[in-house]
């Protein structure tokens, strides 16, 4: 069946403009999150979808930094005038939510790699 | 706050031998274990969920092994191939659904 997608694969974008990155979760999977990936720094949380609960933020680095998703679906992390520094491999998982221990097991997308000149 | 070790950072191995990657977390209190691959310029695929509960869960050639009390997990390789090359990577959560919390990977060479 179909995983998880990402869209763009690639972003380049100058300093100070607005991105958008674009998530479709597995169909079905409730629980929706962004990771980042930099080089040298490994993956780190962003935040975190579950169904209509309150998104949890505390991974976003500054206010520069949103998420949203619509219809308990798609997913959109938008980053106002990027930095230099927000240049990085941005990752989307999905997962079921655990009704039945076990089947946690998240799936990630492929990235959007984004470059901020 | 969790933190994940992986070692080593990097390993070269000949085919065909066996191999064990390390993982360690400073929080025992965790709910679920999970081992990556990870191919340069890829994403992240899932290999094995370990739950806190379990002590070890198989798939193909692949082992992995929970010590929750003392904070380590392993993953063993059996005969290694060269498509076996790649980064691994360790992660832990510490609530059903919550997000992962990721080791900075081992990188793995097996040559022909």
């Known amino acids: 069946g179909a995983g998880v997608s990402q869209s763009p694969s690639n972003k380049v974008t100058e300093k100070g403009k607005d991105v958008e990155l674009r998530c479709d979760p597995i169909?079905?999977?409730?629980?929706l999150y962004w990771y980042r990936q930099s080089l040298g720094q490994g993956l780190e949380f962003l935040i975190y979808?579950?169904?209509?609960?309150?998104?949890?933020k505390s991974g976003l680095p500054s206010d520069r930094f949103s998420a949203e998703r619509t219809g308990g679906s798609v997913s959109t992390l938008t980053i106002q005038r990027t930095q230099q520094e927000d240049s990085a491999v941005y990752l989307c998982?999905?997962?079921?939510?655990?009704?039945?221990?076990?089947?946690?097991?998240?799936?990630f997308g492929p990235g959007t790699r984004l470059l901020v000149l | 706050k969790q933190e994940v070790t992986q070692i080593p950072a990097a390993l070269s191995v000949p085919e065909g031998e066996n191999l064990v990657l390390n993982c360690s977390f400073t929080?025992?209190?965790?709910?679920?274990l999970q081992w990556f691959r990870q191919d340069p310029g890829k994403g992240l695929t899932s290999l094995l969920l370990?739950?806190?509960?379990?002590r070890e869960q198989t798939s193909g050639r692949l082992n992995a092994s929970l010590d929750k009390s003392s904070g380590r997990s392993t993953l063993y390789i059996a005969a290694s191939q060269p498509g076996d090359s790649a980064t691994y990577l360790c992660a832990v959560n510490s609530k059903a659904g919550t997000a992962l919390i990721f080791g900075k990977g081992t990188t793995l060479s097996v040559s022909s």
């Open positions: 979808f579950q169904g209509n609960s309150a998104p949890d």
């Open positions: 929080d025992s209190a965790i709910y679920n």
């Open positions: 370990i739950q806190s509960s379990q």
């Open positions: 998982a999905s997962s079921l939510y655990a009704r039945v221990r076990g089947q946690e097991t998240q799936y």
């Open positions: 169909s079905g999977h409730t629980a």
